[in-house]
């Protein structure tokens, strides 16, 4: 099976390890991540890659992204089917799991998560000054939209489940793969946390779901397979995605 790989390049170091031992023959395309502060563009981008892929050379198109403040959202299949992991963002991947996200939010709400993609490809920055206010004026935006289309009650949900930027962080966590330079990852997070007054911790990664992402391993309800001619669309229940006509 050949695949086409369409991902955040916060996933690089991850997905190329992924790629090298899987069984299938993968080609990678990677997006920028300052995408994700311009949600309607990283769409945009994402279609675009999809649209650009020859349905002649590959079997499926894999999505290296989760529903990403809707940045996924009505993303749809041309001609080759797709396959995206049921995720609201990138830490559920480095994590393994729904569940163990759900814990981890759960346990510690206020957390801001650093995995070595984020440290290398963001280069730390933090939503600061001007900057956050445009994309608070985006978030009202979006929230009317969401309550025309979907309802108040939806939009609220929507809302509160996008990338916690009504979050109080208190802690910040490095996501430890066991890849890459690892104690630059850990002194940059213990760093930016002294800084801000913040808590400190270290956590164990988990690649067993981006493994199975580029092994084709899709036969549970951790991934969402979207047929040609079908788009992908916000399920509004745990499972997060869902297929749309």
Not at 222 to 244: H, Y
Request: charge should be negative.
């Amino acid at each position: 099976m050949k695949i086409k790989v369409i991902a955040c390049e916060v996933f690089s170091r991850e997905f190329w390890l992924a790629a090298g031992e899987s069984p299938h023959v993968i080609d990678l395309k990677f997006l920028p991540f300052g995408l994700h502060d311009t949600p309607e563009e990283l769409r945009v981008q994402i279609q675009q890659a999809i649209d650009e892929t020859d349905a002649d050379e590959y079997d499926y198109i894999v999505l290296g992204y989760g529903l990403c403040s809707r940045g996924a959202a009505e993303v749809r299949a041309r001609d080759i089917p797709m396959v995206i992991t049921k995720a609201h963002d990138c830490i559920t991947l480095f994590l393994g799991s729904r569940a163990r996200y759900s814990k981890e939010f759960s346990a510690s709400p206020g957390t801001y998560y650093f995995s070595p993609g984020w440290i290398e490809r963001k280069e730390g920055e933090m939503d600061q000054g001007g900057l956050e206010e445009v994309k608070q004026r985006m978030r009202e935006e979006r929230y009317a939209e969401y309550v025309e289309k979907y309802g108040e009650d939806n939009a609220q949900f929507l809302i509160e489940q996008e990338s916690g930027w009504l979050a109080n962080y208190t802690r910040a966590a490095f996501i430890n793969m066991k890849i890459g330079d690892i104690e630059s990852y850990r002194e940059f997070t213990k760093k930016l946390a002294d800084e801000r007054g913040w808590d400190h911790a270290e956590i164990e990664g988990d690649n067993s779901l981006i493994r199975r992402l580029l092994n084709g391993d899709w036969d549970s309800d951790d991934f969402l397979k979207v047929p040609p001619g079908q788009s992908i669309t916000e399920s509004f229940d745990e499972f997060i995605l869902k297929v749309a006509d």
